[in-house]
Structures are given as structure tokens and as C-alpha cells.
């Protein structure tokens, strides 16, 4: 601990295991860290797990619970439907 900071290194996989990206991260303590780093992948569509480390020690580990939102939402069009498609009129 530095100044009442700890600094810890987020690791970020896919699910096949392959590592993402790496970013260091500045928390008072290890529950701070995580929060920091679950904020920090909220918009992230691709992660699968992630790894907190705190020098050579991993205090974290986390898998995704739940399936990946897509990054943009699909938009469906009239333009989506086939010619043939009954709609609520007919």
C-alpha cells in the first residue's frame, strides 16, 4: 500500500481462454478492486473472466454468469420480414 492505494492488474479472457487486454487499476483495498474492474468491463460485450492481481498474488478470479449482451442492439426492419410473412392485419 502507497499513499492508502493498492494497485492490482485486471486481467480479461475470452472464452476460449485467450487473453483480451490488461490494465492496471488503483483501489484502497480488494473488494474496491473488484468493483473497479466489474465497472470497468459493464460495457464490455466479450469478456468471459477475469483475473485480479495484486503483484505476483491473484486475489480475484470471476467468471460471467450470464451471456454477453450484444454490443449494439439488433434493430429488425419491415425489411427483415419476407414477402410471404402473415402480419396482425392479414
Given at each position: 500500500?502507497?499513499?492508502?492505494?493498492?494497485?492490482?492488474?485486471?486481467?480479461?479472457?475470452?472464452?476460449?481462454?485467450?487473453?483480451l487486454r490488461?490494465?492496471?487499476?488503483?483501489?484502497?483495498?480488494?473488494?474496491?478492486?473488484?468493483?473497479?474492474?466489474?465497472?470497468?468491463?459493464?460495457?464490455?460485450?466479450?469478456?468471459?473472466?477475469?483475473?485480479?492481481?495484486?503483484?505476483?498474488?491473484?486475489?480475484?478470479?470471476?467468471?460471467?454468469?450470464?451471456?454477453?449482451?450484444?454490443?449494439?442492439?439488433?434493430?429488425?426492419?419491415?425489411?427483415?420480414?419476407?414477402?410471404?410473412?402473415?402480419?396482425?392485419?392479414?
Open positions: 500500500m502507497v499513499n492508502g492505494v493498492d494497485y492490482f492488474r485486471l486481467y480479461v479472457y475470452d472464452k476460449t481462454k485467450q487473453l490488461t490494465t492496471d487499476l488503483v483501489a484502497e483495498n480488494k473488494i474496491a478492486a473488484m468493483t473497479n474492474a466489474r465497472d470497468f468491463l459493464a460495457n464490455e460485450a466479450h469478456w468471459f473472466a477475469f483475473e485480479l492481481w495484486q503483484n505476483a498474488r491473484r486475489v480475484h478470479k470471476e467468471i460471467r454468469s450470464t451471456p454477453a449482451e450484444p454490443a449494439v442492439p439488433v434493430v429488425r426492419t419491415v425489411a427483415h420480414l419476407k414477402p410471404d410473412t402473415p402480419t396482425a392485419t392479414g
